[in-house]
């Protein structure tokens, strides 16, 4: 089981719905990120907070916008999606900056945008 | 432009042979090397992390190597099982550990 939880597991939302993803670790990590991934692709990063700071922005678009309102928890708040947004969006967590690096992630939300 | 590339076919293989996966990479010079294990539909799972200046790693059926000079890992499972059917990822950092990149992964099949 992963450590890593994320709510909700599916999501469909219209284009000009607001909607948001929620991800939460209890394990002491200071390093939290967003990947999205498309069928049969690999993941591709979004953003990483370290101790709760935006440090990466992957050139992202302004709909989608993260939120880290504490060490534990991760939001990413949905806006104006587009039908080609729909993916597989992965939070993960790691112990920070100069540490091994090993990511733990979570079950993943599948969003599907009409 | 940088390239992680794996194997783009599905690996079909038999129950109790050894699987041998591949990750080139271009045009990265990552200090670390990680694969990870993902089933359909669920996130990826960590497998193993090897240093630049590490050969070989190995952690009960999983060894991965690591050859910078040809920038390339291979991950082997040896004595496969119908249950390490799955798609591997290799992925490696750039700009220290904060940003990791994934290969294209790899899709093994192991057949009983």
């Known amino acids: 089981d992963t450590e890593v939880t994320q709510t909700p597991k599916h999501l469909v939302m219209g284009m000009t719905n607001k909607k948001s993803l929620k991800c939460e670790q209890h394990?002491?990590?200071?390093?939290m990120y967003w990947y999205k991934q498309k069928a049969k692709k690999p993941p591709e990063l979004m953003f990483v907070y370290s101790y709760e700071k935006l440090s990466i922005n992957e050139s992202v678009p302004s709909r989608f916008s993260p939120e880290c309102p504490n060490s534990s928890l991760l939001n990413l708040h949905l806006h104006a999606l587009q039908p080609e947004d729909s993916a597989l969006y992965l939070c993960?967590?790691?112990?920070?900056?100069?540490?091994?690096?090993?990511?733990?992630f979570g079950e993943g939300s599948r969003l599907t945008v009409l | 432009s940088q390239k992680i590339e794996q194997n783009s076919e599905a690996l079909n293989i038999q129950e109790g042979k050894t699987a041998t996966l591949t990750c080139n990479y271009t045009?990265?010079?990552?200090?670390?090397l990680q694969w990870y294990r993902q089933d359909p539909g669920r996130g990826p799972v960590f497998l193993l992390l090897i240093r630049e200046n590490e050969k070989e790693k190995r952690k009960e059926r999983l060894k991965v190597t690591f050859d910078t000079t040809l920038k390339q890992s291979l991950f082997h499972i040896t004595a496969s099982q119908p249950a390490d059917s799955a798609t591997y990822l290799c992925a490696l950092d750039e700009a220290g550990f904060q940003k990791l990149v994934f290969g294209t992964g790899t899709r093994l099949l192991v057949s009983p």
């Open positions: 045009n990265y010079s990552p200090a670390y």
């Open positions: 394990m002491g990590h200071r390093a």
């Open positions: 993960a967590s790691s112990q920070g900056q100069g540490a091994t690096g090993e990511l733990f």
